[in-house]
């Protein structure tokens, strides 16, 4: 992953510069009303693109027919996501259309309807609180 480091030398005003980062790691998460159904980290230095999101969906898939046989049995699984360009490639959709995965559309322009805002993320800070890393 790149991150922007502000660079300052002398007088002159400050630029950002590419800095390959050490810290930051991209974690994968699909969840339900029950909590989370599967997790991963992309490994270091993986483009997060439509192939590994393609990779990803066939790992959930027997993830979902593991952990919720009775979603499985009755196809009533469901994704919902955002509309970035790796979600909605035709490489995806014809993935999902293939395995008969129903989409939960997101409207356009509403980063403000994020389930991981209001479902994930409290659920996180719950179960990291009072924990120094």
Request: net charge neutral; no cysteine.
């Given at each position: 992953m790149l991150s922007l480091q502000w660079m300052g030398k002398g007088p002159q005003p400050k630029k950002a510069q590419m800095n390959w980062s050490e810290i930051k790691v991209m974690l994968v998460v699909f969840f339900d009303w029950k909590g989370i159904v599967h997790h991963?980290?992309?490994?270091?230095?993986?483009?997060?693109?439509?192939q590994l999101y393609q990779e990803v969906l066939a790992r959930l898939r027997d993830v979902v027919r593991r952990m919720r046989p009775e979603l499985?049995?009755?196809?009533?699984?469901?994704?919902h996501y955002n509309n970035e360009p790796a979600?909605?490639?035709?490489?995806?959709?014809?993935?999902?259309?293939?395995?008969?995965?129903?989409v939960v559309p997101?409207?356009?322009?509403?980063?403000?309807?994020?389930?991981?805002?209001?479902?994930?993320f409290p659920k996180l800070k719950t179960t990291l609180k009072g924990h120094n890393f």
């Open positions: 991963e980290f992309v490994p270091h230095g993986q483009m997060a693109n439509k499985w049995e009755n196809q009533a699984w469901m994704l979600h909605t490639s035709l490489l995806i959709r014809s993935y999902l259309a293939k395995h008969q995965t129903s997101h409207p356009p322009y509403s980063p403000n309807l994020a389930p991981a805002d209001f479902f994930l």
